[in-house]
């Protein structure tokens, strides 16, 4: 396990964080996150660096915890004021080059004295105003750093409303639509902001292979947290949206069933989650193949997003020394 220094940025956000936060994002997640990404991370990033870069994801992960708390768990979203607090969440992504700009105003007046949202924004606010923005490539990649952003709102907004209005969606539409939430893509671009060698005239190979790994995280976090998200009633969840679409329960069956029996009877849709990433894994191989990207190892990457499933198998361990 890698000791967090003392100085880590994240740390510093999450003692602000931790006031407003989910009792579920515990300083453990963001340690076991710091940790995976010292090694997760494009074969043209300098080691010197990647320390740095781990920390920087972390303190992004906060803020990725934030909307997406914001807009799938129920009691939470509830607490806060409801469909305004999610929708001002999201705007603070889906404006993130105003953010950045320092330019960004409220969508909605008064949202700004919700201590949640204030929180959030000055953490986002400062990460890119004094930690993203002095990467040696901001300004290269910053236009598609500001659009995977964006993709990660609309990620978040689809998973909203489909817990708002109780839709069922087919099991590739829940997976295409969540995906970009997992933020492989924004974190990969930061990556490109940090190598001087990443030959830009690959740029649109690379984002099409990011966006494949966002699929294989959100697969892989979906095997491991789904029991997790019963309880926060996330019917956007692939496993709980399967067992809609499969009718093997209800929305209603929330009301009635207790969290141990509704595991008990989606354990058997978590076999046809491992399938599906198993898919994706070999789905971005064949991609590799197929599109020849040299400016980085992309075995290398692939394999490093497969640990992850056998990093969940460890991930207890920070639970228990949290």
Not at 31 to 54: F, G, K, Q
Not at 103 to 114: F, K
Not at 204 to 233: C, H, P, Q, Y
Request: proline fraction near 3%; include cysteine.
């Amino acid at each position: 396990m890698v000791t967090v220094e003392s100085d880590t940025f994240w740390k510093k956000y999450y003692l602000n964080f931790r006031d407003v936060a989910s009792p579920l994002r515990t300083p453990a997640l963001f340690e076991w996150l710091y940790d995976n990404y010292t090694y997760l991370h494009l074969s043209c990033v300098s080691p010197s660096i990647v320390s740095r870069l781990a920390d920087l994801k972390t303190c992004m992960c906060i803020v990725d915890v934030a909307v997406d708390d914001s807009c799938d768990f129920a009691s939470l979203i509830e607490k806060n004021g409801g469909e305004k607090f999610s929708y001002e969440m999201l705007s603070l992504l889906y404006n993130t080059d105003k953010v950045a700009s320092g330019v960004y105003t409220s969508s909605y007046p008064g949202s700004c004295n919700n201590m949640y949202v204030k929180i959030t924004f000055d953490i986002f606010s400062d990460l890119l105003d004094t930690r993203i923005i002095s990467l040696p490539r901001y300004y290269d990649f910053r236009g598609e750093f500001f659009l995977a952003m964006r993709n990660v709102a609309k990620s978040m907004e689809f998973s909203y409303l489909l817990n708002k209005n109780r839709v069922i969606y087919p099991f590739p539409c829940v997976v295409q639509n969540r995906s970009a939430s997992t933020m492989v893509a924004v974190h990969s671009i930061l990556d490109l902001m940090s190598s001087e060698n990443f030959d830009t005239s690959e740029l649109g190979k690379a984002i099409a292979f990011f966006k494949m790994a966002d699929v294989v995280a959100m697969l892989s976090n979906t095997v491991n947290t789904w029991k997790r998200e019963i309880i926060e009633r996330d019917y956007s969840s692939p496993v709980i949206s399967l067992a809609l679409e499969k009718k093997l329960i209800e929305f209603s069956d929330f009301e009635k069933i207790n969290a141990e029996n509704m595991e008990e009877n989606l354990s058997p849709l978590s076999k046809i989650i491992e399938d599906e990433l198993n898919k994706a894994i070999l789905s971005m191989k064949e991609f590799a193949e197929n599109y020849e990207i040299k400016s980085f190892d992309t075995s290398k990457f692939i394999g490093n997003y497969s640990k992850v499933r056998e990093h969940f198998k460890v991930r207890e361990a920070y639970w228990i020394n949290a």
